[in-house]
């Protein structure tokens, strides 16, 4: 599981960095990069942080692997996978504070597991075996949405309520390419702008909205449409999990400290489908995938770790077999669960009783007993 963060001190909070170009601190081929002034926002990563951060990535890819075999064997009725993305979910997560919160999509298993959600509860919403999949305020993120571009106004909201709290948390929320041509993400950069309030927005760019390429939805960099709502953009190689660490860090400092939202741009690839029920090979080539494979993020870290002498044998022999067991615990925890009542459809949809809600509740058992009587 990730270990407890440092966070930016106030003091080394910029009103903005002044760089303009891709945020990249690891090549593709796993060195070092220099000149970029991220570095000083992950000097303290040591090496035990480099080490966890990839084991991390490696079990949250084991963890989306072993799901989407559930799907395909029949166990769960739909999953979203994140192969590719594992850098920019895992290093904006391992930012984060336990008193900061999240309001994810449907992709970001990743940071679930980064806030120390049992990863068996994730499948919960998948298998059709619970209405949502875990309590968010016991571990600071909300559950999946399903809605596209509806989450931003939800942190949008929620950060103005810190904000009208005085408390000195802030909230990210996670979309897609796809989801910045909706209109309730453009009202939440307005809402958010304009009333400062505590939020990172941050989007993963993985190219493609279902089926339609990133150019459709935008000619610019989408970091680049804060600009007109005064709010700042950093566009961050998203298969860089220490670039991507680092430019989370910033965003919440500055969100911390009362200087209002950031737009990060992770720039990715989803290697896999939109969905299980998605066939990419319809709309993208060969050619394409083989490119953005060689810059796996997993590899790219990986080589650093050799490169450096962090890693061998021994040590990957270990992050395999932990992310085989917490797989193998995924797979029997998802087999072992409960199928839901019927009635349980209808508990907890309000905080309170509800007449009509019991109402409908009586016509539905109503409606099943008549099928006892037949039999």
Not at 119 to 141: F, T
Not at 332 to 356: I, K, Q, R, W
Request: glycine share 8%; proline share 6%.
């Amino acid at each position: 599981m990730a270990t407890a963060q440092v966070r930016v001190p106030e003091a080394r909070i910029p009103e903005w960095m002044g760089f303009d170009g891709l945020v990249q601190l690891i090549s593709v081929d796993g060195q070092r990069t220099v000149g970029c002034p991220y570095w000083d926002l992950v000097a303290d990563v040591d090496a035990a942080q480099l080490r966890s951060l990839y084991r991390d990535m490696a079990v949250v890819r084991r963890l989306d692997a072993e799901a989407m075999a559930l799907q395909r064997q029949g166990e769960l009725a739909l999953w979203a996978p994140l192969l590719g993305q594992e850098a920019a979910q895992v290093g904006s997560a391992r930012a984060l504070r336990p008193d900061d919160f999240v309001f994810p999509s449907y992709r970001e298993h990743g940071v679930v597991y980064c806030r120390g959600v049992d990863p068996v509860m994730m499948l919960r919403l998948w298998r059709g075996a619970g209405l949502s999949g875990w309590d968010p305020a016991s571990h600071g993120i909300a559950t999946p949405a399903i809605v596209v571009g509806s989450q931003p106004l939800h942190a949008t909201g929620y950060a103005l309520g810190i904000l009208l709290d005085g408390a000195s948390s802030a909230v990210v929320t996670y979309f897609g390419d796809g989801a910045t041509s909706e209109g309730d993400v453009a009202e939440a950069f307005s809402f958010a702008a304009s009333y400062v309030v505590p939020v990172v927005f941050f989007c993963q760019n993985n190219q493609w909205a279902i089926s339609e390429p990133v150019r459709v939805q935008s000619h610019a960099s989408i970091a680049q449409r804060g600009q007109g709502y005064g709010i700042p953009g950093i566009q961050v190689d998203g298969n860089d999990v220490l670039a991507v660490l680092a430019a989370t860090r910033l965003a919440l400092a500055r969100a911390s400290a009362g200087q209002g939202p950031t737009l990060i741009e992770a720039v990715t690839y989803r290697m896999g489908p939109h969905t299980t029920s998605d066939d990419p090979t319809r709309y993208r080539s060969r050619a394409d995938e083989e490119e953005w494979r060689a810059k796996d993020p997993l590899a790219r870290l990986h080589a650093l770790l050799r490169a450096e002498g962090l890693a061998d044998d021994g040590f990957d022999e270990q992050v395999d077999a932990e992310a085989d067991d917490v797989a193998t615990a995924l797979r029997s925890g998802c087999l072992a669960m409960p199928d839901p009542e019927p009635a349980d459809l209808f508990t907890n949809v309000y905080a309170e009783p509800h007449p009509l809600l019991q109402e409908e509740r009586d016509g539905y058992a109503a409606y099943l007993a008549g099928f006892e009587d037949d039999a």
